[in-house]
């Protein structure tokens, strides 16, 4: 799989020109986007961002998550589901604050946090440490395969290898963590997962 050079440019001129306002886009903040990506594990973004808000607000730091107690950590989740995510994230947050309250800012030392698998290290690594590690979803296997007429199993991981080893090589050194949102952005809302694709407002539409 060989993704087009120009597709980055092209890609970031349009996320620049107009994407969903989301909260926790606002800023770079390790503890803020790794809490954002934690919440959207399953879940629908417009279903995240109350809850966000809300946690932010109640333990604003990783030292208060630390220290958070159980019942009022469940409270803050209640509704979210999936509640093993809870429990991963103060597991996460007493080991950071073990370490003095620093985030780990690579790859491979966020993918020894509970919790944090693959897509998870490498969103947190380019967005808030500006790594050059692509983040690969579903959203991002769709728009890669459709773009390359890929007809792999996007399921399969041989295609998930595919893909990453692709985006590395286009993935822009000064901005990866907007490259990774912008893929995300495009399967989200134009290279859409049900029905049609909305090609006529696709960057990519020039050589898909």
């Not at 809850?51 to 730091?61: G, V």
């Not at 030392?109 to 290290?121: E, I, K, M, N, R």
């Not at 290898?161 to 995300?184: C, H, S, W």
Request: hydrophobic letters at 45%; a neutral charge; glycine letters at 8%.
């Amino acid at each position: 799989m060989q993704l087009p050079d120009s597709l980055a440019g092209r890609l970031l001129g349009w996320y620049a020109a107009g994407h969903r306002a989301l909260p926790w886009r606002e800023d770079h903040e390790p503890y803020h986007v790794w809490l954002s990506e934690i919440m959207l594990q399953q879940t629908r973004v417009e279903a995240v961002k109350g809850y966000y808000a809300r946690f932010l607000s109640e333990l604003p730091d990783i030292a208060a998550l630390a220290a958070c107690e159980e019942n009022r950590l469940t409270k803050l989740w209640e509704g979210l589901g999936y509640y093993s995510r809870t429990r991963n994230l103060q597991k996460a947050a007493r080991i950071v604050a073990e370490q003095g309250g620093r985030f780990p800012d690579t790859y491979q030392a966020l993918l020894a946090l509970p919790g944090v698998g693959d897509y998870t290290a490498s969103a947190i690594a380019s967005a808030a440490f500006g790594r050059r590690e692509a983040a690969v979803d579903g959203n991002v296997l769709r728009v890669a395969a459709r773009v390359t007429g890929d007809e792999g199993d996007i399921a399969a991981p041989a295609t998930k290898k595919r893909v990453t080893a692709a985006l590395a090589e286009i993935i822009p050194l000064d901005a990866p963590g907007y490259f990774n949102q912008a893929m995300m952005e495009l399967g989200a809302t134009v290279c859409l997962p049900n029905g049609a694709p909305l090609c006529d407002f696709c960057p990519a539409r020039a050589f898909c």
